[in-house]
């Protein structure tokens, strides 16, 4: 089975400080991403690696940075907190495997609270 | 641009009867299209997806979804709830495009299923 893993599940800071969350999976899968979920907005993506060093920016990526050196490790930084990056932080991978239609595995999930 | 809408935020089930959970996608050419569950303070697990062939995809948990390609739909069925579906549903669509941005999933908001004993 792909197994997806979150550093944390529950996390709390405070407003300024930097955050790092990280996500592993052991499937050799060839990209990642990072979600977050807000109750009424579904997921949202904020960015995905198609590849080790290679990001694109999803559709929030303002306040967020991400780092991939290697290819199993997936890396999302916030580099000054802020109330409102209070949410839930999911991180998925997926094989490319010559085709697009591949499923999105998913990790449990950090729940983050900025104080 | 993809997009997808749940219109129904909340569906409520009586226990053993069928169940349906709503989606309407919109993609540029043609859909891949996926459901997801979500159990409380869990990630999301793969219900099944639609990539071509028959329109009716069966998938995990006696789940199935049918494609409608005239109205542009995905929506997910079961002919006798459980108590244990009920969690936070979400469906997503990936248009068939080029470049990096196509690996890229489109998320509905979500449906809240509550399955009534």
């Known amino acids: 089975d792909v197994k997806v893993t979150q550093s944390s599940r529950y996390l709390v800071k405070r407003t300024g400080e930097k955050v790092f969350l990280e996500c592993v999976q052991d499937?050799?899968?060839?990209?990642m991403f990072w979600y977050r979920q807000d109750p009424g907005l579904g997921l949202r993506l904020i960015y995905f690696s198609y590849d080790v060093k290679m990001k694109e920016k999803g559709d929030i990526p303002e306040g967020y940075s991400v780092s991939r050196e290697k290819k199993e490790r997936f890396s999302l930084i916030l580099e000054s907190a802020s109330t409102n990056q209070t949410s839930m932080y999911l991180c998925?991978?997926?094989?490319?495997?010559?085709?697009?239609?591949?499923?999105?595995?998913f990790g449990p999930g950090t729940r983050l609270t900025v104080l | 641009a993809q997009s997808v809408a749940q219109p129904e935020d909340q569906v409520n089930v009586a226990e053993g009867n069928p169940l349906t959970v709503k989606c309407t996608y919109s993609?540029?050419?043609?859909?891949?299209l996926f459901w997801y569950v979500q159990y409380p303070n869990r990630g999301l697990q793969f219900l099944l997806k639609?990539?071509?062939?028959?329109?009716l995809v069966k998938g995990s948990y006696g789940f199935e979804a049918e494609f409608n390609k005239s109205q542009t739909s995905f929506h997910l069925k079961k002919p006798s709830a459980l108590v244990s579906d009920s969690a936070l549903y979400f469906c997503a669509v990936r248009d068939i495009g080029s470049g990096a941005g196509s690996y890229q999933l489109t998320f509905g908001k979500g449906t809240k299923l509550s399955v009534i004993p």
């Open positions: 998925a991978s997926s094989t490319a495997s010559g085709s697009r239609n591949n499923e999105q595995f």
């Open positions: 993609v540029s050419g043609n859909p891949y």
């Open positions: 499937m050799d899968h060839e990209n």
């Open positions: 639609y990539i071509t062939g028959d329109n």
